[in-house]
């Protein structure tokens, strides 16, 4: 299976606002970015299109399958961390104590009324075991978000979670996980 992680769009959000699971719109450079992951994703021939519901990610996933013939199949467990009580709150106004507490230990630890990025992580290891059982041979899409990739990554790598957010991944990227037999390898990351 080669799997390819599609990071969405440049989100419609103020610069230093905590978002994770909210339902934001995409920026006005959207059109732009389209074009730019089709070129990346045109050597492609998936059998499967995956999506986060969130709409910066299952818009760019409906227009690819506009293209390819393939349905959206929309799955919670590629959504991004859940922020809870952060969601939408610029991180300056979050009092500095409990940013601090969370940061020591972002993997274990979860926003109050929120996930940890340990949790998205079983999600998403969750979700990488039944791609891997029901598509072997076959190029499966993904469309998530950057912690979504991050996990992803870490569960290919064998690289411990904390390590993890040394990744960057950049909006309207493309991350290709392979998986031959018993052996998983990263392609690439950030294409």
């Known amino acids: 299976m080669n799997l390819y992680l599609v990071r969405h769009t440049t989100p419609d959000i103020l610069p230093g606002i905590c978002y994770g699971q909210t339902d934001i719109e ?53 959504m991004e961390l859940h922020f809870g009580d952060w969601e939408q709150v610029p991180w300056n106004d979050i009092p500095r104590g409990l940013v601090d507490v969370w940061a020591d230990d972002h993997v274990m630890q979860a926003p109050p009324a929120g996930e940890s990025f340990h949790t998205l992580s079983l999600r998403v290891q969750e979700f990488f075991q039944e791609m891997r059982a029901h598509h072997e041979g076959d190029d499966v ?9 991050r996990a992803m990554l870490s569960h290919a790598l064998n690289l411990p979670l904390v390590h993890s957010f040394r990744l960057q991944i950049d909006y309207g990227s493309v991350t290709k996980i392979v998986v031959e037999k018993a052996i998983t390898r990263v392609a690439y990351v950030n294409l």
Do not use: M, W
């Open 26 to 78: 995409v920026a006005g450079t959207y059109a732009q970015e389209v074009e730019a992951v089709v070129a990346k994703l045109s050597a492609t021939s998936p059998a499967a299109l995956y999506s986060s519901p969130l709409k910066r990610c299952s818009q760019l996933a409906v227009e690819i399958a506009g293209l390819t013939n393939c349905n959206v199949t929309h799955d919670p467990r590629l």
């Open 141 to 149: 899409v993904a469309f998530t978000h950057a912690g979504v990739i």
